[in-house]
T-cell receptor, first 109, second 121 residues
Framework: AQSVTQLGSHVSVSEGALVLLRCNYS??????LFWYVQYPNQGLQLLLK??????LVKGINGFEAEFKKSETSFHLTKPSAHMSDAAEYFC???????FGKGNQVVVIP | GAVVSQHPSWVICKSGTSVKIECRSL??????MFWYRQFPKQSLMLMAT?????????EQGVEKDKFLINHASLTLSTLTVTSAHPEDSSFYIC?????????????????FGPGTRLTVL
């Protein structure tokens, strides 16, 4: 079964610094991969997705992720963190939408 | 983009009562809807998959008699928590897949509702 792994439940980053959230997937075939963001007491919003084609995917709010088959990874990055980026981030694969455990991002002024 | 709503956004009830949560796709028809449960500071756990006009498929460990799901139309699915107890307190989120897309179509992209916070006293 497909699954995703996110390490480091809490991630603290200084405002203006690089945001890096790691996601590794396990699957025998290249999957489709999603990153979602969840703000407090809200549902999930799609940040970006990898389906086919270009492995570097750009999403909303300045986020991007790169699909690396050789590393079975789909890490999420943003060059410069903003206070509004404080939220929970989930990596997911579409089969019954298996979610990673999530990363709580805290942005330090 | 596709919009999914949930009602109510939050509810407080007494132990032993039943609570109904509605999930609606506002601008598209949803063949399939999903119900998730999320505990504080944890990830989402799929509870059941709801297909219009048929019985819901529950995940292992989810009590179907406790969590009644009805998907009566292509735009509405309801989750009823029967005889609620404090341990049922949680954040419940629904999502939907647009009708007309084959299984796996649009890469199984789901559109999420804003969630319902249930507190059972």
């Amino acid at each position: 079964a497909q699954s995703v792994t996110q390490l480091g439940s809490h991630v603290s980053v200084s405002e203006g610094a690089l945001v890096l959230l790691r996601c590794n997937y396990s699957s025998s075939v290249p999957p489709y991969l999603f990153w979602y963001v969840q703000y407090p007491n809200q549902g999930l919003q799609l940040l970006l997705k990898y389906t086919t084609g270009a492995t570097l995917v750009k999403g909303i709010n300045g986020f991007e992720a790169e699909f690396k088959k050789s590393e079975t990874s789909f890490h999420l990055t943003k060059p410069s963190a903003h206070m509004s980026d404080a939220a929970e981030y989930f990596c997911a694969v579409p089969h019954r939408l298996a979610f990673g455990k999530g990363n709580q991002v805290v942005v330090i002024p | 983009g596709a919009v999914v709503s949930q009602h109510p956004s939050w509810v407080i009830c007494k132990s032993g009562t039943s609570v109904k949560i509605e999930c609606r796709s506002l601008d598209f028809q949803a063949t399939t809807m999903f119900w998730y449960r999320q505990f504080p500071k944890q990830s989402l756990m799929l509870m059941a998959t709801s297909n219009e006009g048929s019985k819901a498929t529950y995940e292992q460990g989810v009590e179907k008699d406790k969590f009644l799901i009805n998907h009566a139309s292509l735009t509405l699915s309801t989750l009823t928590v029967t005889s609620a107890h404090p341990e049922d307190s949680s954040f419940y989120i629904c999502s939907a897949i647009e009708r007309g897309l084959r299984a796996g179509g649009r890469y199984n992209e789901q559109f999420f509702g804003p969630g319902t916070r249930l507190t059972v006293l």
